[in-house]
Structure formats: structure tokens, C-alpha cells
């Protein structure tokens, strides 16, 4: 019998030998044995699930067994929705499921089955219409997306196959494949990264497709295959590897490589997201790589992320609801009381059943109850109109459309990144307009997120500006403790600068003819700016970084002597730890860990007898709204290194909770350090934040800021930017003040009644009831930090208060401004969530820039996301992004407000429009003895939303600014008029409906007893019931569109084409319809019959004197208006009408200047 000894290549299993025994003589020695022998062996590893592997090249382990090769899926991308083969299916399908389609399909079959009065044409077709245009809309866009996705899946790619190179379709990649990339090439799936031109093993690749950072991020090989650079030697590897199923996270990759060599025992390696090269991502800098595909098609990281954002809901899609319900009230009505007057009616015999009308036999024997149900359904086919279908397709196109007018704007469009602003979701427009919080990140927001290497201190020691040849730093600025630090300490902080970081080195172009600066042939890239602006720092003073080569680091000292570091372990930085630590080797054998981080996080891990000297620069320079980090280092003995070695390689093999094993080794290593100092970097106010910001106080928003840094840095940053003020009360709830001890839940709630008792319960009730009324006569700002806000969202089961939360979110509702530090990115949703939850459901608006804003962007109503230097992670998930944060203002304050006005008048007047339509045709009933003759002709049912009335509301739900964009702009207090979704309140439509019903009476009456006298001609000739409807009709047409002017307060050439336009064309229409027989036509009841009503000059006079008194109401306010407005007329412009239906006169006011008077001056009303 024969046994093979296989060496296990994982540390931990300290060399243990596995004995395999054959069986009947076979070796079970394939690759599925050896995974699952050393997975035995790998700690953790017993219960591991969701895993791969991934055999490279397709070349087994084994030659004696039989490769079967896994299924995984192909390299397709798939972003379109449908196929031309289920695209009819499942586009009726989505539409019918909106409600308004499906009542309307309903009436259709119901004018089908039923003899109904009107054609099933009334309704079939404009539901028809409706269809078809959303249908041709959805359809293009997937059209487009098929394009794409095409270009995409036929592009050229070169796959190494039997040492030779081999062009193939994208989309006939598969897992295992070993693909060559060139420079200035998209990766065309997810690779694990093998070998590279470069002798080091790295390459250089940009992410921007995926997270908009342009920098170039540094990825590595893995280190046993970095010289397998050519075809003939990549084909030889064989190797399997191991990882993690599919999953979207871009920055997270577990797994291992585990490579055989022909007699000697396989080498197993750890895969992170170093080693991984994305979809989607270019290679740049770098000649070309190899490597074997991981994930295809839909499975790779870009593709998982696809799947989109829950859906947000407007309060304007709300309010349609609830309208929509109103009207199918009226309409129940309606058809309620038509048929029971209508059996009431035919109670007398002769009505019911007159001599020249006998019923049938059928009829007679017909059930009573049978028929009244059919009626029932008649009326509600007869007066179907009055619920607007084609609001829904005019609403999509307004906001889909509306969208492009925030990209095109000039004044949002950022000349140093080149971009402007970006629509992701255009469902949101109008919440724009409505925003009542804002959350806002600090850094890179309100920020610059550009650093500048200020100061730093050693062992308590301030040194500041230049460097001196001979005694090293200068010190200046009055230290606060004299003399300085000695010399070694000085050089190892230094070091510590140029040694703990991910900076790499990009090496400048050479360009003939022009000499460089000797000393800068390079320059710096990183992820994180800081960390720039300290090795630049420590740059200036005499200790310059100049790359990482060979593991090695190169360090130039202030003597101009190069020191080689080897960089032996990173311990990467992360939001829960905020901090960061290298292990290194000297020359001499020497091993350090130097490590950097945020105060909170470096102070416990310190000699505590260390942290005093250094605490008082720190605070100091937070309170100057610096960014501080601290510094510290350890000494690591031979023995201690390999205990921290074998550890982090144990954790770096897992599969399963990599993470977590990671966080325990490094939160083991980084303890019992040594501080050395700590350093100061300001990030500079952006461009005009105080200025946004006082401008959305003005406008009646409160602001919060949720940020990470530390609280003075954050307060100093807070008054900078004039969130708080100099009178402004400040109340906190800090560690500071709350304490650490056993007692801090009694004294949070001592804090949170005395604040309470402050803010509210001893200030006098506001008597206006105005929601944005906030406080009368002190403002106050709440200060809160992380550890605080999880003892009030989670307080401990023995808490003596469990309604901490309560507490707390009145006192911050009644706070002007809110400031949040030391939040982690959950806890920033928490409070989002926490405020979006309240009484009233306030509209939130969340603002960032960085990864760990996206879940509160997420989280808001609308979420914001600025194109900074933290990458576009913010942007990618956000619903709109933009270049500044002063953008913001325009945003908001102009096309917000426009936005809302523009879409609450559309809404509104789609309602209005309707009733006047279908009144008349109700009021009909009473003089035809409720027998459901129409009262308009079939065409005039069908094309009056779809052709006569579609397209002036669609222009001016476009194109209106009844305000002037600058003064928008310019007045932020006008953003409060349409405050709390003003103009679709009940009181707002209630005065839409009377205006309908006012005009829809005057429509029927006034043709009424026009026709009193029914010969209308001086022949004696009679006119009938088709021109009686048609009068109702022209009437109609010509006082909604004429409404629709009368509002109107910015004219273009298309508003001018689209109203005089639309009633051309319904004269047009109605003479070509009445003047031809049409052979489709059982009966030509409108033949002639338009030409002819227009040839009565009382018909004309009727017409004429209808839609002005229709409109003579609105015409005598507006009149009265203006006589009012010139009467006090201070101001350069006029406010308009419709915009809000409250009062302002005590509205929130925060400085009496002259946005105060105009409120004054311009008080609202409903017109």
C-alpha cells in the first residue's frame, strides 16, 4: 500500500502531515480532497459555506483525474428589463398595476360587455394613448440599455489559451479564463490579479465608472505568480482558487490561491481587495496584466450593483391619492343619484314606458335589480372623465423632462472637476421644494476636504513653519511648554509621518525641453487627503517619502541620507477603529509599529501618564478648527512579531468573518504604545457655506451637521459657518459632560429634564401655530456626540427613564441647529430616521460626500450627494449630486420652489379641467330624463385631455417662474410660502373644485337659456342636442385654456404656440370632423353641425359672453390685486398669486431686514 504525505500550507497548521491511504488501490488526491483536507485544518473554517472555486486556466490539479469543469454563469451583462418576446406581457402588466389604468381598463370592458351610452372608443382610446406612450418611453430607455449592454458584451478581449493568445467576444469569458489587459483598457469581468509588465507586481487602475474617484489606486499581484509576465509562463501556473460567493460590497473580497508546483508542496496565499480588479475599471500606467476571471457577467461587483434604491415617494404623488379618491366619491355620486332619480322618473308609467317607445319582451322580463346594476355601470362610464387619466402620463413626462433644466444649469457647473449637476432620480423634483431638515456632513461638504500640514507637537512640545538646517524645527507662536523635544524624538515622529501611510508614488511625465523641479520628479496619491498633507508635511521639515519598492521603504532624512524600511505589515485604517499602524524593519534588524489616529482612539492604547502633555495642544488646536491626529509607536521584540505575524496570516486565510478576526488581531497589536505627538491639518471652510447655510436657515430649514471629527473641531467649524451663533444658546450632551462613570445615565437624565424643562416647558405657547415658528426669543443649539446618542437610543434595561428618546427629540426639534460629532455612518441614519418618523412626517434632506454618508443619503427624503474628494460613493446613491455645497442654495431655494409650484398647479388644474368637463354632462341628465344620452361627442370625449388641453399645462408645468430665478435665489423667505406642501392642501383644492363646479354651471346654464329660444337663426331653423354640446363644448375648450393664461406669468414662444396653438387646432378638428361623411360612422350626427352653430351671431355673442363670466371672477382678483400691490408698491417685482394659501405675517423672521418687509408688503390670498 502506498501513502502520500501532503504538507498543509497553512500556518496554522504548524506542518502537521495528512496521510492519505488509497482506496482499491486509487489516490483520492484531486483538488476537491486537498481544499477539503486543509479547510480541516484551518481555524474557524468547520462550518464554512458560500464559497467558489475557481480552477485557473482550467488546467486540473490532478492529471490523472478527469476535469469537470463548474457552472457558473457566462459574461453577459444584462442591465435591460425586457426581451423583445416579453416585452408586451410585462409592460401591460407594471402599468396595470397603477391604479388609474386598471379603473380605466374596467370601464372599457364595462362600455364592451354593457350597453352603455358612449362608445367603448371614449375610453379605450385615451387609455390607448396613455399606454402606448408610456410604453414607447419604457421601451426606448430599454432599447438604449440593450445598446449598451451589446457594446459592452461584443467587445475584443484576449484570453491566454496553450500559451497563445486568443481574441474572443466579452461575453464568452468564463470563470477560470486567464484574460490579458492592456493599458487603457476596461477590465471585462472581476480578475484576480496574477502578474503585471511591472517587476514589482503592481498595477494602477481607476475606478471612476464605478465610484467616480479618478485617483489611481495601487492593486498587487499575487506574490508567488508576479513573474509569470508573459504567455508562455502564465500558462504554466496551475492553481486553485478559493473565495467568497457574489457579493455588491466594491471594496470588501475574501480568499485564498492555492498554487502547485510539480514536486514540491503546494503554497497557500490570502486574496484581498488588493488583489482584485474590478468590472468597469481601467488599467492605467502599467503596459498590461494577466489575470483569471472570478466573477462574470452578473455576478461581478458593478453588475450587483445595478439593483437600485428602494423607492422614494413624493408628498405630491400623496396628495393625487388622495384627491383621486375625492373624485371617485363625485363620481360614485354622480351615478348614485342619476340612477335612482332615473327609477324615480320612470315610477310613472308613461315615462317609463312611452307610447312611442314600447320595452321589448326581453326588456319586460329583464330583473329590476339586473338593471338598475347595469344603469349603475352606464352612469359610471358616462361620467368616467372626471378621473384623469392622462395626469399620470403628463406628470412622468413633466418630471422626466423638468429633470434636464437642473443639468443644464450654468451656475451649478464646477470649472475645476468639469462636471455639473447630476439627476439620478427625477421622481423627487417637487420634494425639493419642500425640505424642512437638513443633514449635513462636515468634512469635504461644508469643507474643502483639501489639507494643509499646519503644526504638530512632540512630547508636549509646539513646533510650527519652517525647518532649520541645524537645529530642525523652528518654534514659533508662543509653545505652552518651552524648550523643545530631543533630537531622536523629533527624527522618530518624522519617521512615524513618512512611514505610516498608504501614499503611493506617481512619478511625473518627462517632457522634453523642460526641466522640472529637481526635488519634485513625483507626486503623491492617496485615498484619504490627510494623509498627503502629512507626508508633505514632514516633507517640510527635512524628512521626504520617496516610495514603496520591493516591500522596502524609502525615507530621504534631513542629512539627505536614504533610510530603507521593510514594510512588513498594514493595518489598515477603518471608520469603527479610526486609526491606522505599520509594522516595520530596520537595517539593523530593529522592529517597530508606528500608528496614527484620532485622539479617542490612540489616548487608551497609551501610557496614560503620556497623554496630558499632549492633550492640551490637542484641544487647542481643535477649538482653532484644526484636524488632529495623535501619534504613537512600540517597540516589538522578535518573539512578539512572530506571535502578531502568525496571527494576522491566520485571520487573512479565513473565509468567513475575515473582518472580524482582522479587527481582534489589530485591536490585540495596537495596545500598550508609546505617544509621540500628534499632528494638525485645517480643511478649509468650501466657497460660500456660511452663506448657504444662513440662506436655508432664512428659508425656514433647520440644519444639522452629523459629522465624525471631534467636538471643538466640529464647534469651531459650526460658528465658522454660521450655523450657530454668537447668541446662540449652546446645550450639550457630551461625554464631557454627561461623564463615564456608573452614574452618567442619572446624569443624562438630569441634563435631558433640565433642557426640556428650558426649551419647553418654560417658553409661552406660539399663538401663529406656524410649524416653522421655532423659538421666540433665544436660540438655542444642541451639541451631541456618538457614545451619547447610543445611551438615549439604547438605554440599559435598569435605565430609571425609558423615554429618553421622546425627550431628547423635542428638545432637538425646538433647537435651531443641531451639531452631531463623533457619529458613526449608522448612527447618522438613525437620526435621520429619527426626525423623518416625527408628528407630520417633516420632509429631510440629507447632504455628504464620503462612503459613510451613503446610509443617511439613503435614509432622507432626498438625498444629496456632493462630487468631492472622497470619492463619489455619496453621488452614486444619492438622488441628486452637485459640485459645491453652495449649490445647494440654488437648488432648494429656485428650483425646488419652481418645481413644486409648477407640478401643485398641474395637479390641480388636471382635477379642475376635468370637473368643468364632465358637470355639464351630469346637469344633462335632468332634461333627458336620466336616459345617459352623452352630452359631447365621442370625438370631443376622447381628445379633449389627449389633443385640445394636453399640452398648454405641460408647457407650463415646464417653462412657468412666476418668481424670477435670482430673486428665488436672492430672497430665501420665499421659500416658505410653499412650505408644508401649501399648494395641495384641502383648502387650496377645495377652491379648485368650486371653480370647477362655478364654470361647469355657467357651461350648461348659460347655453341653457341661450336655447330657450331654440330657433337660434332668422329662417326659423331649429338646432338640436349635438349643437347644444358642441356651444358646451367650445366654451369649455376655450375658458380652461384661457384659465391656463391668466396664470401664466412667464411667456416664451412655446407657451404662446402650445395655448393659441391648441385652440386652432380644436377649430381646425371640429371642421374637418363635421366636414366629412365618415364611412366608419353608423351616424353622421355632427355633419355640418360646427360650421353651421357658427353661422348664429347668437351663437357667437353666447360663446363670447360664457367664457368671460367663467372667468370674470379670477380677472376681478387679479385686477384688485394689482390696484392693492401699486397702491404700496415698494418692491421691484410682484409676487405671485397662487403660491401658498397662509399667511406670513408671522412666519419665521430671523433678521429685520428687507425679506421681512416684503412679507409684510405682499400678503397671500387664494386666487
Known amino acids: 500500500m502506498k501513502t502520500v504525505h501532503v504538507i498543509d500550507p497553512w500556518p496554522q497548521a504548524e506542518g502537521r502531515v495528512v496521510e492519505l491511504i488509497p482506496v482499491d488501490g486509487v489516490l483520492p488526491v484531486n483538488q476537491e480532497t486537498c481544499l477539503k483536507m486543509w479547510s480541516m485544518w484551518c481555524a474557524g473554517e468547520e462550518k464554512r459555506v458560500g464559497t467558489r472555486t475557481v480552477v485557473v486556466g482550467h488546467r486540473p490539479v490532478s492529471e490523472t483525474d478527469a ?21 408586451l406581457p410585462k409592460n401591460l402588466f407594471e402599468q396595470f398595476r397603477r391604479i388609474a389604468n386598471f379603473y380605466f381598463l374596467i370601464i372599457f370592458l364595462v ?96 475606478t471612476a465608472s464605478l465610484d467616480g474617484e479618478s485617483n489611481f489606486k495601487t492593486h498587487y499581484a499575487v506574490r508567488d505568480t508576479t513573474v509569470l509576465c508573459t504567455d508562455e509562463a502564465i500558462d504554466t501556473l496551475t492553481a486553485t482558487i478559493e473565495c467568497e460567493q457574489p457579493q455588491p460590497d466594491l471594496y470588501k473580497f475574501v480568499g485564498r490561491i492555492i498554487i502547485y508546483r510539480s514536486n514540491q508542496e503546494p503554497v497557500a496565499r490570502s486574496l484581498g481587495p488588493e488583489n482584485l480588479l474590478l468590472k468597469g475599471a481601467t488599467l492605467k500606467n502599467t503596459k498590461k496584466i494577466y489575470g483569471v476571471a472570478v466573477y462574470t457577467g452578473m455576478e461581478t461587483k458593478m453588475a450587483l450593483n445595478y439593483q437600485g434604491k428602494s423607492q422614494k415617494r413624493s408628498a405630491v404623488e400623496k396628495s393625487i391619492n388622495a384627491f383621486l379618491i375625492v373624485y371617485l366619491c363625485i363620481l360614485l355620486s354622480k351615478a348614485t343619484v342619476c340612477t335612482t332619480l332615473k327609477y324615480v322618473w320612470q315610477s310613472n308609467p308613461f315615462n317609463d314606458e312611452p307610447w312611442y317607445n314600447e320595452k321589448t319582451k326581453k326588456e319586460r322580463e329583464t330583473f329590476k335589480v339586473l338593471r338598475m346594476f347595469t344603469d349603475f355601470l352606464s352612469f359610471m362610464v358616462l361620467f368616467n372623465f372626471i378621473i384623469p387619466v392622462s395626469m399620470y402620463v403628463t406628470v412622468e413626462m413633466q418630471k422626466f423632462l423638468g429633470s434636464f433644466f437642473i443639468s443644464w444649469d450654468k451656475e451649478m457647473y464646477d470649472e475645476e472637476i468639469k462636471e455639473g449637476a447630476l439627476v439620478n432620480t427625477s421622481d423627487l423634483n417637487e420634494e425639493l421644494g419642500q425640505v424642512e431638515y437638513v443633514f449635513t456632513d462636515k468634512t469635504g461638504t461644508l469643507t474643502e476636504n ?76 492617496s485615498s484619504s487627503p490627510d494623509e498627503i498633507a502629512l507626508v508633505k508635511g514632514a516633507e517640510k521639515y527635512g524628512f521626504t517619502f520617496l516610495g514603496l519598492e520591493n516591500d522596502f521603504m524609502k525615507i530621504r532624512n534631513q542629512k539627505n541620507e536614504t533610510e530603507m524600511y521593510q514594510l512588513l505589515h498594514v493595518l489598515n485604517f477603518d471608520p469603527v477603529r479610526r486609526r491606522m499602524s505599520v509594522i516595520v524593519r530596520t537595517t539593523t534588524g530593529k522592529l517597530l509599529l508606528f500608528c496614527k489616529g484620532a485622539d479617542s482612539s490612540i489616548f487608551p492604547r497609551v501610557q496614560q501618564e503620556e497623554i496630558q502633555q499632549t492633550k492640551v495642544h490637542v484641544d487647542r488646536n481643535a477649538m482653532d478648527g484644526y484636524r488632529t491626529l495623535c501619534v504613537a509607536f512600540k517597540e516589538l521584540t522578535q518573539k512578539e512579531y512572530d506571535k502578531i505575524d502568525r496571527q494576522l496570516n491566520e485571520a487573512k486565510m479565513a473565509l468567513q468573518d475575515r473582518e472580524e478576526k482582522m479587527a481582534k488581531v489589530f485591536e490585540d497589536t495596537e495596545a500598550d504604545m508609546h505617544l509621540i505627538g500628534a499632528t494638525a491639518v485645517e480643511d478649509r471652510l468650501q466657497e460660500q457655506s456660511a452663506e448657504t447655510i444662513e440662506a436655508l436657515h432664512t428659508a425656514g430649514m433647520k440644519v444639522w451637521v452629523l459629522t465624525g471629527d471631534k467636538m471643538e473641531t466640529a464647534k469651531s467649524t459650526c460658528y465658522a459657518c454660521r450655523l450657530f451663533q454668537t447668541s446662540t444658546e449652546l446645550l450639550e450632551l457630551t461625554v464631557k459632560v454627561v461623564g463615564e462613570n456608573e452614574r452618567k445615565e442619572d446624569r443624562l437624565h438630569e441634563l435631558l429634564m433640565e433642557y426640556h424643562k428650558k426649551l419647553i416647558q418654560d417658553v409661552p405657547k406660539n399663538r401663529g401655530g406656524l410649524k416653522r415658528s421655532w423659538t421666540l426669543s433665544q436660540e438655542y443649539g444642541l451639541i451631541i456626540d456618538g457614545s451619547t446618542l447610543s445611551l438615549i437610543l439604547n438605554p440599559s434595561q435598569d435605565s430609571s427613564s425609558s423615554n429618553y428618546k421622546n425627550i431628547f427629540l423635542q428638545i432637538c426639534l425646538k433647537c435651531t441647529a443641531v451639531l452631531c460629532c463623533r457619529m458613526a455612518p449608522l448612527q447618522k441614519a438613525q437620526i435621520v430616521r429619527m426626525v423623518k418618523n416625527t408628528k407630520g412626517s417633516p420632509i429631510t434632506l440629507s447632504v455628504g460626500d464620503g462612503a459613510n454618508d451613503v446610509s443617511m443619503i439613503l435614509e432622507a427624503h432626498v438625498g444629496i450627494g456632493i462630487k468631492g474628494k472622497e470619492g463619489r460613493q455619496a453621488s452614486r446613491n444619492s438622488d441628486y449630486a452637485v459640485p459645491k455645497f453652495k449649490h445647494l442654495r440654488k437648488l432648494l431655494l429656485a428650483h425646488g420652489h419652481l418645481y413644486y409650484v409648477r407640478i401643485a398647479h398641474l395637479v390641480q388644474y388636471f382635477f379642475y379641467k376635468n ?67 401649501a399648494m395641495l392642501q384641502w383648502r387650496p383644492f377645495l377652491y379648485w373644485t368650486f371653480l370647477g363646479a362655478f364654470e361647469g354651471l355657467v357651461f350648461f346654464f348659460g347655453v341653457y337659456f341661450l336655447f330657450q329660444n331654440s330657433s337660434l337663426e332668422d329662417n326659423g331653423k331649429v338646432f338640436g342636442n349635438w349643437t347644444f354640446g358642441t356651444i358646451v363644448f367650445t366654451v369649455l375648450v376655450f375658458t380652461v385654456t384661457l384659465k391656463l393664461a391668466l396664470d401664466t406669468r412667464f411667456w416664451t414662444w412655446m407657451n404662446h404656440f402650445v395655448i393659441w396653438g391648441s385652440l386652432a387646432f380644436y377649430v381646425f378638428f371640429s ?94 390670498r387664494i386666487l
Open 67 to 87: 476535469y469537470v469543469a463548474q457552472k457558473f454563469c457566462d459574461n453577459r451583462i444584462v442591465s435591460s428589463k425586457y426581451t423583445l418576446w416579453n416585452f
Open 111 to 206: 362600455q364592451v360587455i354593457v350597453d352603455t351610452p358612449t362608445s367603448p372608443v371614449t375610453s379605450g382610446l385615451p387609455l390607448f394613448f396613455v399606454i402606448t406612450v408610456t410604453a414607447i418611453k419604457q421601451g426606448y430607455e430599454d432599447w438604449l440599455r440593450h445598446r449598451a449592454d451589446n457594446e459592452v458584451n461584443k467587445s475584443n478581449v484576449f484570453i491566454v489559451e496553450n500559451a497563445k493568445q486568443v481574441q474572443k467576444e466579452s461575453e464568452k469569458i468564463k470563470v477560470g479564463d486567464i484574460v490579458e489587459v492592456k493599458a487603457d483598457e476596461t477590465f471585462p469581468c472581476d480578475l484576480i490579479f496574477l502578474a503585471s509588465s511591472s517587476s514589482d507586481g503592481t498595477c494602477y487602475v481607476t
Open 450 to 525: 483639501s489639507m494643509e500640514f499646519i503644526e504638530c507637537c512632540i512630547d508636549g512640545h509646539k513646533y510650527k513653519d519652517c525647518i532649520s538646517e541645524v537645529d530642525g524645527f523652528t518654534q514659533t507662536d508662543g509653545p505652552l511648554k518651552y524648550g523643545k523635544a530631543e533630537k531622536s524624538r523629533e527624527e522618530l515622529f518624522l519617521r512615524a509621518l513618512c512611514l505610516c501611510h498608504t501614499v503611493q508614488i506617481k512619478e511625473a511625465d518627462q517632457v522634453d525641453g523642460l526641466i522640472g523641479h529637481p526635488e519634485r520628479k513625483y507626486t503623491y496619491i
Open 915 to 981: 370637473l368643468c368637463f364632465i358637470l355639464p354632462q351630469f346637469l344633462y341628465q335632468f332634461f333627458c330624463g336620466f336616459s345617459q344620452q352623452p352630452l359631447y361627442d365621442a370625438a370631443y370625449l376622447t381628445m379633449y385631455n389627449i389633443c385640445f388641453t394636453s399640452l398648454p399645462i405641460l408647457a407650463y408645468s415646464l417653462l412657468e417662474q412666476h418668481i424670477n430665478i435670482d430673486t428665488l435665489t436672492s430672497d430665501p423667505q420665499l421659500y416658505m410660502k410653499v412650505s408644508d406642501n
Open 1071 to 1164: 371642421f374637418f370632423w363635421g366636414g366629412v361623411i365618415w364611412p366608419f360612422l353608423k351616424q353622421q350626427r355632427m355633419y355640418f353641425v360646427f360650421a353651421h352653430m357658427l353661422t348664429s351671431l347668437s351663437t357667437w355673442l353666447a360663446i363670447i359672453l360664457l367664457i368671460f363670466i367663467s372667468l370674470f371672477p379670477e380677472i376681478l382678483l387679479i385686477v384688485l390685486k394689482n390696484i392693492k400691490e401699486k397702491s404700496h408698491q415698494t418692491g421691484p417685482f410682484d409676487l405671485p398669486r397662487l403660491v401658498s394659501y397662509k399667511r406670513i405675517e408671522n412666519g419665521y423672521v430671523k433678521t429685520e431686514d428687507a425679506v421681512t418687509n416684503l412679507a409684510e408688503r405682499h400678503p397671500l
